[in-house]
T-cell receptor, first 115, second 115 residues
Framework: NAGVTQTPKFQVLKTGQSMTLQCAQD?????MSWYRQDPGMGLRLIHY???????DQGEVPNGYNVSRSTTEDFPLRLLSAAPSQTSVYFC??????????????FGDGTRLSIL | AQSVTQPDIHITVSEGASLELRCNYSYGATPYLFWYVQSPGQGLQLLLK??????LVQGIKGFEAEFKRSQSSFNLRKPSVHWSDAAEYFC?????????????FGGGTRLMVKP
């Protein structure tokens, strides 16, 4: 059972570089989301998707882009990395919204450092 | 907009002692509440959830939580802590927005267990 797979696990970037954080799930979940985790602030929602072809902004979307071309994949793109984007990023998926009986499943995270 | 407050950033308890982690939420309707645990370098694992019905919910690893609407609280408890419980704990409230699923997390409580 792979669940939610995030790659890479660690990444160091220079300011201004771009990169894509990958997220894949094999549970046929409709909902997928990206969070960032910073000390003392819990997890904050960046972007989410309710199905293939549909995405929307969360609480802290600036500096990030997403797309959802398939049910399985939900990549997060940093177009021009900034030191403020140093964080741990988590991808999550669930078969339906939080109103259902199905909680979100989380990946193991990507630790990103911007120099 | 919903919010979650975990007043205790760090808590230290002795192994075998009882534990209570506090969580207060703000939400305009009946909330859907979750507790997640995060071990170092890992993703988030669901401990328990409250959707409706009995206000005392049982979770995995011997944890339980009680929903108190009058106090807007959802405190996590365990009668006897084990060294393996040392981790960070997150309370979250789920809400359905225009299109789907959104979780709002508290800032987390880091639990340390003394031998």
């Amino acid at each position: 059972n792979a669940g939610v797979t995030q790659t890479p696990k660690f990444q160091v970037l220079k300011t201004g570089q771009s990169m894509t954080l990958q997220c894949a799930q094999d549970m046929n979940h409709e909902y997928m989301s990206w969070y960032r985790q910073d000390p003392g602030m819990g997890l904050r929602l960046i972007h989410y998707s309710v199905g293939a072809g549909i995405t929307d902004q969360g609480e802290v979307p600036n500096g990030y882009n997403v797309s959802r071309s398939t049910t399985e994949d939900f990549p997060l793109r940093l177009l021009s990395a900034a030191p403020s984007q140093t964080s741990v990023y988590f991808c999550a998926s669930s078969p339906r919204g939080a109103y259902s009986n199905q909680p979100q499943h989380f990946g193991d995270g990507t630790r990103l450092s911007i120099l | 907009a919903q919010s979650v407050t975990q007043p205790d950033i760090h808590i230290t308890v002795s192994e075998g002692a009882s534990l209570e982690l506090r969580c207060n939420y703000s939400y305009g309707a009946t909330p859907y509440l979750f507790w997640y645990v995060q071990s170092p370098g890992q993703g988030l694992q669901l401990l328990l959830k409250y959707f409706s019905g009995d206000t005392l919910v049982q979770g995995i690893k011997g944890f339980e939580a009680e929903f108190k609407r009058s106090q807007s609280s959802f405190n996590l408890r365990k009668p006897s802590v084990h060294w393996s419980d040392a981790a960070e704990y997150f309370c979250a409230v789920g809400a359905l927005n225009n299109a789907g699923n959104m979780l709002t997390f508290g800032g987390g409580t880091r639990l340390m267990v003394k031998p």
